[in-house]
């Protein structure tokens, strides 16, 4: 039972904003469950949490909300250089989701597309790709270290 609580607890903190899938596996194998779980659970959660972010972000209007604070310079700005930005636009959100640092991830690859106005499921594949690099990354960096340390 103990450990069907701490899966529940590695699914919320794959869900959640700050910690996403790399968080979500550390504390996973940290805590003692089966890497083969926390793995693929992290991931799936995560990936579960984009599709759902960019809905609720449609239904708040974020980027009228965005535009409306940043002034009609933004939005000027963001419309000049679409063109240049949409040559790229997956490679840049794969990249920003796959790197395993702090305020990279998919959250924050979320805000860049519905900001930048671009097609929510192209971005959402690109993304979800990116936190499947970025959570192996990181497993296999934990379970290296786990090796490495003997413990």
């Known amino acids: 039972m103990a450990d069907l609580l701490l899966y529940l607890i590695v699914l919320g903190l794959a869900m959640a904003p700050i910690s996403e899938a790399r968080g979500a596996i550390l504390f996973g194998i940290a805590a003692g469950l089966s890497p083969w779980i926390v793995l693929p659970l992290s991931l799936a959660g995560n990936i579960l949490a984009i599709p759902i972010v960019f ?3 449609r239904q708040a209007h974020f980027r009228n909300i ?3 604070i940043f002034g009609q310079s933004a939005a000027s700005h963001i419309e000049k250089n679409k063109g240049h930005l949409e040559l790229y636009r997956e490679l840049a959100l794969f990249i ?3 790197v395993p640092l702090p305020l990279f991830g998919a959250y ?3 805000l860049i597309s519905e ?4 097609n929510w499921k192209k971005s959402a594949l690109a993304i979800a790709s990116g936190t499947l690099l970025s959570g192996l ?3 296999l960096g934990a379970e290296g270290v786990i090796k490495l340390f003997g413990s």
């Open 55 to 57: 809905w609720v972000l």
């Open 66 to 68: 965005i535009l409306s």
């Open 96 to 98: 920003i989701s796959a």
């Open 108 to 110: 924050t690859a979320i």
């Open 115 to 118: 900001v930048l106005g671009w």
């Open 137 to 139: 990354i990181v497993f």
